[in-house]
């Protein structure tokens, strides 16, 4: 059965870091391009990360700088660094699966149209 659990989130201050987790089973994480999203209330949900299967990895220009992807293959995981984390960043962050060819994020993040698996979702709070 194929599943994806996020974790990690939580309340933080303003310039404070939080680091999510993706679990997967069923699946192998590193033959997919790997999204992570986030929906704030009352947004759209929107593309924070692609991390590819290629190694590639494209970020939002509002994180860039401040978040981080990496995988762990053996492990089946992948993890978001986010560092000097701001009230914006407020939101529920979805770990999601592509199933785009060579798992590969074609050069941008991929539209949410693309992935296939997806979790529940982890709450990130940035407050005073």
């Known amino acids: 059965q194929v599943q994806i659990v996020e974790s990690g989130g939580g309340s933080v201050q303003p310039g404070g870091s939080l680091r999510l987790s993706c679990a997967a089973s069923?699946?192998?994480?590193?033959?997919?391009?790997i999204g992570w999203f986030r929906q704030a209330p009352g947004k759209e949900r929107e593309g924070v990360i692609c991390s590819g299967g290629d190694g590639r990895t494209y970020y939002l220009d509002s994180v860039k700088g401040r978040f981080t992807v990496s995988r762990d293959n053996a492990k089946n995981t992948v993890s978001l660094q986010m560092n000097s984390l701001k009230p914006e960043d407020t939101a529920v962050y979805y770990c999601?699966?592509?199933?785009?060819?060579?798992?590969?994020?074609?050069?941008?993040?991929?539209?949410?149209?693309?992935?296939?698996?997806w979790g529940q979702g982890t709450q990130v709070t940035v407050s005073s």
């Open positions: 069923g699946f192998s994480l590193g033959s997919h391009a």
């Open positions: 999601e699966a592509a199933d785009s060819p060579g798992g590969s994020c074609g050069g941008q993040i991929l539209p949410e149209s693309e992935y296939v698996y």
